[in-house]
Each structure stands twice: as C-alpha cells, then as structure tokens.
C-alpha cells in the first residue's frame, strides 16, 4: 500500500509538471536522445577546411554554366552527345558536371555590328543584304531581340534591342558608308588630315566597338538568352582607346559570343586581318567566317544560325571557390574514344570571371 501511494503521488507530481509545461513532457525524445554528439557527426572537407553538416547550407553553390557546340567534319551540329562523352577542366583541374542539356530553344539577343568605314565602301551593300536575310530567317518576334549597332572612328546604335522585325530591316537598310572630309575614293583621302585627337573620322575603331556593344548593349538583356554580336567588318582596327584583349574580357564578362564575318576591299585596302578576328571569336566561344563572295557570305549567316539554336549546356560547381574575380581557363575536351576518332569541333568560350566580394572601385584602383 505505502508503494501505491508513493506510485500515486509520483504519478499526480508528473501529471501536474505536464500541465506545467504545456502538455509536454521535459524530456528529450527518442530521436533525440539518439542523436550523436556534434563531435561524432559526419564532416565534411571544403577547401582545406572542415564544416559540419548543419553548415552546409551557407557554403557558396552556384553554378558555371558554359554553352558550347559539336560539329563533324561536314559543319553539321552533332546532336548524339551525352554528359559521359566530355570531361570539363578548369585551370588544369577535372570538374564534376550536374548539369548537361541540350539547347535548341532558348531566347537570342543578338547585335548586327556593322563597320562602314571606308574600306567597306564597296562591300557594304552585300552585307546589308545577307544581314537582312539573316533577321528574317533568325528572328523571333516573341522570343529573340535584335540591336544594330555602326561604326567607324565612333559607335553608334542605329537601333536598340527590339523583337520588332520591321524595325531591324529598316535600321539596317539606313546604315550607310559616310565619306570622311576630303575621301574622293579607292582609299585616298585629300586635303590637310585633322589634328590627332581632335577627330576618329575616317578611321576604325573595331574593339571599341565591340566593347561598348557588350557593356551597353547587350548587359541589358536577360540573363535567361544567348547573347551574341554578328561582327560585319575586315578586322583592321586603327583608333581603337581599348585594346583587342579588354573587348574579349568584355565579352566574357557579359557572357557573349562574338561571330566574325571578315570581309573588305582587298584592292584599295589591306584586306582582312584574319588573325584577329579568329581570336576575338574563338576566345569568346564565337567563329570566324572569310567569305569570298555573296554566296559564301549567306552561308555564313546560316551557319551562324545553326550555332545560335543548337548548342549544349554544361553546368558545374567549381572546385575553386575563392571569389577572387580572377579568370579562369577553360577546356571541353571529348572523352568517349570512339568519338574522339570522328575529329568533331567543340566551340566555347576560353573561360570566364569569377564572381568577386571586393567593391567594384577597390577593383579597378588595383588594377590600375
């Protein structure tokens, strides 16, 4: 009985301590009490530091993401390949892919650069047409913009991103070569030339254009589209204030590939400058066309459209996960053997910027 009567005062203390606490009692629960001591749970190694699980979730996971694509020996897109036929390297280092798409629907924001200075005096007409055939085949009112941008010793935008048609055609149609004081033609200029520094008339300023193109331009489309400029010019850059790097760091930075049509007067003028003009374009994940003649020419542009609709898309977290700003270098290299034997071209950009936590202004008093 004296057992009983304690049994039945424990029991009101703990019915009493229950309603105390809310209907809860102050113990742990069984998972609880089963949960192992933080020293006992598994870690994890993080660039040669430890984190526990439970700090997983602050650690930095966004993605690179790098468009690219395939081609056989006859420029036709191979379309066959799957995430175990590459391998991704960064700055020498594998990278593990999550991600492995194939692109063929994506919105485009493109702008058509066209150079009119003199040496394309005779040229001109040739690509306005292939440019214009270009838009109505490529163009996509609801999806896809289009800029088009003129240059010579200046940039000018003869017609911002629109998904209008009509507009592009005729914005493409007015562009026109514009003699500079004392031009008479075939490349001679009379009378006395300008003061150095007072004026860039007559002459070119390519990687100026190209950069303005990508940093006011382009920037301000969607993050969610292929950006990519259509360079209509002959390559020779003679007033440039930027050099041909810093408009393919540019163009890295704004993720946007550069296609070069390198046509000129080959008679009154140097011709093309073919080496810049491959550089520009394979370090930024475009190609570099030289067409000999207006056939040649609209089949580039075809090219160039196949290239915009059908690419892959590889994404992968980087091993490297200092945020730093500094470049890193690219390469997509075949992995499967028997595809390796079919020769096919991968094109992609060369690498990329790393995201950075120091200011912007701190950023360029560094670098100057």
């Keep these: 009985m004296i057992l009983n009567r304690n049994l039945a005062r424990t029991l009101a203390l703990l019915l009493a301590l229950v309603a105390l606490c809310g209907g809860s009692l102050p113990f742990a629960s069984a998972q609880q009490r089963q949960q192992p001591p933080a ?193 209509l010019t002959d390559g020779v850059d003679t007033s440039s204030r930027v050099k041909l790097q810093e408009a393919v760091d540019r163009a890295i930075k704004t993720e946007t590939l550069v296609f070069a049509i390198g046509i000129g007067d080959r008679f009154n003028y140097q011709g093309v400058d073919e080496g810049s003009l491959k550089k520009i374009a394979e370090r930024t994940g475009g190609r570099a066309y030289f067409p000999r003649d207006e056939e040649d020419l609209r089949a580039a542009f075809a090219q160039i459209q196949r290239e915009l609709r059908e690419q892959y898309l590889v994404a992968y977290a980087p091993t490297n996960k200092r945020r730093d700003g500094t470049f890193r270098r690219l390469q997509i290299e075949i992995a499967n053997p028997e595809l390796k034997r079919q020769n096919l071209r991968l094109t992609y950009r060369q690498g990329y910027f790393a995201k950075s936590d120091e200011p912007p202004a701190q950023r360029r008093r560094r670098s100057e």
């Design 39 to 231: 020293q006992q749970r598994p870690r994890q190694q993080t660039d040669g530091q430890e984190i526990d699980d439970d700090e997983v979730l602050t650690v930095d996971t966004s993605l690179t993401n790098i468009l690219f694509s395939a081609t056989d020996r006859d420029k036709r897109f191979y379309s066959n390949l799957t995430k175990e036929d590459i391998r991704v390297i960064e700055d020498g280092v594998p990278q593990e892919i999550f991600t492995f798409q194939k692109q063929v629907d994506l919105p485009i924001t493109l702008a058509i650069v066209i150079d009119t200075s003199a040496s394309q005096e005779y040229t001109l007409p040739q690509e306005k047409s292939a440019a214009r055939s270009f838009v109505n085949s490529v163009l996509r009112p609801a999806k896809d913009e289009v800029a088009v941008v003129s240059f010579t010793g200046d940039v000018t935008l003869e017609q911002g991103l629109t998904g209008n048609v009509s507009r592009v055609l005729n914005a493409i149609e007015k562009v026109e070569f514009v003699p500079p004081s004392g031009y008479i033609g075939g490349g001679v200029v009379v009378g006395t030339p300008p003061i150095s520094g007072s004026s860039r008339a007559g002459s070119t300023a390519l990687w100026d254009a190209v950069y303005v193109t990508c940093e006011e331009v382009l920037s301000e489309s969607s993050e969610r589209t292929r950006r990519a400029i259509i360079l």
